[in-house]
């Protein structure tokens, strides 16, 4: 076994593979823990996301850690016991004057399209200082579409490494943006890049006024990464296990399930080994299936009984079984579904292996406290506490 050094950086929002990250905190660090939402509560929990990213040339270290983390992010907010639902956006930013000026992904719980999308991003542009922070901030807040669900955890999580124009004033400026994230309870996190002085006073500024907590990241975010002997065989099977999915429906429906496939097919071509074994651990949890299927997928609503393929006309099937037989149909789904179980079931096994063994590198580089990983899930500890979850572990899923 060995261990792969490489420089990665910002982005983990939880426990990402095994991050060690000499880093600054406003407040000191904080153990994480596994979700687990409170008695009491009725419905499924949700957790909301939204990261807003700086994209310019000078991010170039962190944009591509950022590939490598979402699927992390995503396992690590996966362990509430109860599986909550997790959406994650994107909301990319530049500055007037360069190819754009803010993108935005919706949040949505099919994190293979957000992934597809963010996996087109360079850095590029920007070469001077500030940047359209105040804009992105704003199109955070209203050109994603939150749930109005009061006990969803919603945060925001603010990246960059340049402070905010001040001097645009035909736009809302942070101050006021901040205190309707606040009014809507929204929390609002930064995370500063590099140390320039500029950037630290208005990202504390930001935190603060976003009742969120403030980070320091070295520019390059250089980190200790750990590799698994299992992560290649863990990639394998979970591109097998994408291949027990068929998808039903008029044509608009299937077409946008064919958008997502071929989000699927990208990344199994373009990921990292190490990002597709990330992949599978997550969509084998509770919260993953929402990714891994989403809605309309026939092996998974004629197993468990909530559809009845003879109640679906043939022009909404999979182009493959339109012309089947009824039996043929049947037999085809069946024999997909046992697939999918015994591939589940491998996947579940060979990340428990894997988690057992990342756990154990980490205590012998000395603990991860001091980790990124460890300080930001610290943080979104403390702040969903405030929607009644409650925390047991004192580790995150690495």
Do not use: C
């Amino acid at each position: 076994m060995k261990t792969k050094l490489f420089g990665i950086t910002l982005f983990a929002l939880t426990a990402a593979a095994v991050v060690l990250i000499p880093m600054q905190h406003s407040t000191g660090a904080i153990r994480p823990a596994v979700v687990q939402q409170t008695a009491g509560l009725t419905d499924k929990p949700k957790v909301e996301v939204v990261f807003v990213l700086d994209t310019t040339g000078s991010m170039s270290g962190l944009i591509e850690a950022a590939k490598e983390k979402i699927w992390s992010i995503a396992s690590s907010l996966a362990q509430a016991e109860s599986a909550p639902e997790i959406r994650i956006g994107l909301v990319a930013y530049r500055d007037r004057g360069d190819s754009y000026v803010t993108r935005v992904s919706p949040l949505s719980s099919d994190l293979d399209s957000l992934y597809a999308t963010l996996m087109d991003y360079r850095a590029s542009g920007g070469g001077d200082t500030p940047e359209s922070v105040n804009k992105a901030l704003n199109d955070a807040l209203h050109e994603i579409t939150w749930s109005q669900d009061q006990n969803t955890y919603q945060a925001v999580f603010l990246v960059g490494d340049a402070p905010p124009h001040t001097d645009y004033q035909d736009e809302p400026q942070y101050p006021q943006i901040l205190a309707e994230a606040r009014e809507r309870g929204i929390v609002i996190n930064a995370i500063q890049a590099g140390s320039a002085r500029a950037t630290g006073l208005e990202w504390r500024k930001i935190a603060a006024l976003g009742a969120g907590e403030f980070f320091q990241v070295d520019q390059s975010g250089s980190a200790v990464a750990i590799a698994t002997p299992f992560d290649e065989k863990l990639a394998t099977l979970s591109k097998q296990l994408d291949t027990t999915r068929l998808y039903y429906g008029d044509s608009k429906t299937r077409a946008e399930k064919e958008d997502k496939l071929a989000a699927t097919r990208k990344l199994h071509e373009s990921a990292s080994v190490t990002s597709r074994a990330r992949r599978a651990a997550f969509n084998t949890s509770g919260s993953g299936e929402a990714n891994l299927l989403g809605d309309n997928e026939l092996v998974d609503d004629i197993s468990s009984g909530r559809v009845d393929l003879d109640t679906i006309s043939p022009e909404e099937l999979p182009a493959p079984m339109q012309a089947m037989a009824p039996a043929v149909a049947k037999d085809m789904i069946r024999r997909k579904a046992e697939q999918r179980q015994k591939l589940q079931s491998q996947i579940r096994e060979l990340s428990e292996q894997r988690s057992g063994f990342l756990k154990k590198k980490v205590e012998e580089h000395g603990g991860a406290a001091a980790s990124l990983d460890d300080q930001i899930y610290g943080a979104v500890r403390e702040q969903a506490a405030a929607k009644g979850f409650r925390y047991e572990s004192d580790a995150p899923a690495y």
